[in-house]
């Protein structure tokens, strides 16, 4: 298992947009480089298409992956994967995650609570289609999440 | 050549690369070429029944192509395919 690490810039990005996206859950890509560990150099958020239950669920639509896998091509980058916002709820995955979570692919949940950023944890599935948690650092090597 | 682009959650079936290019007529018989040189990604885009998983989309430059001749549609030379995983979840 590889260690997901984001740029200062990369995550606080990531948090001001999960934060202004509350109650809602927000939702995005994110970009790197994938060696001995995961380097995520740049996030780009993507309007979460779930306008029933945006406070429960989120949609990425089809046009918009489409562009986010045209975007690493031409920024000769990894798509990494993708990250979403937990409202009030813990940063884990739920069955959701799980149903519609694709092999080789880091999956980023954050929890914000009261409109604050709580936690933040990555995952990405096993041989068994179940989730592994990936650690989590910032670029100065703090663990930001240990759940 | 028509080409393919291959999700990235599925490189990992297609040593990874990240495109295949082909000759291939329409998009049902891409998608089938596409799985004759990478076996291991066959059961990822069809199902038991040959079909094209429904879970996945497939689009044709920025189009969906429900909207043309669905897995009918011609390829022409420099067209560009898309494979779409469906891409959701929440905390449900």
Known sequence: ?147 | MAKVIIPTPLRKFTDNQASFETNSENVYEAIKALSGAFPEIQKHVFDEQGQIRNFLRIYLGDEDINVLDKEKTSLKADDVLSIIPAIAGGKN
Not at chain 1, 81 to 86: D, I, P, R
Not at chain 1, 97 to 114: E, G, H, T
Not at chain 1, 135 to 140: E, L, Q, R, W, Y
Request: charged share 25%.
């Open chain 1, 1 to 147: 298992m590889k260690e997901v690490r984001f740029t200062d810039q990369a995550i606080e990005e990531m948090h001001k947009h999960l934060v202004a996206s509350y109650p809602h859950e927000g939702c995005g890509f994110f970009y790197g480089k994938i060696g001995d560990r995961k380097e995520v150099v740049e996030i780009r958020e993507v309007e979460n298409q779930n306008k029933t239950n945006p406070e429960r669920i989120f949609e990425i639509a089809p046009i918009d992956y489409v562009k986010a896998e045209r975007y690493a091509i031409e920024n000769d980058l990894d798509l990494i994967g993708v990250y979403h916002s937990h409202p009030d709820h813990p940063a884990v995955p739920s069955p959701t995650d799980l149903k519609f979570a694709q092999p080789n692919f880091s999956y980023v949940i954050v929890s914000i609570v009261k409109g604050e950023v709580a936690a933040t944890s990555s995952w990405t599935l096993n041989e068994s289609n179940k989730f592994i948690q990936e650690p989590v650092f910032d670029n100065v090597e703090k663990q930001i999440t240990n759940l």
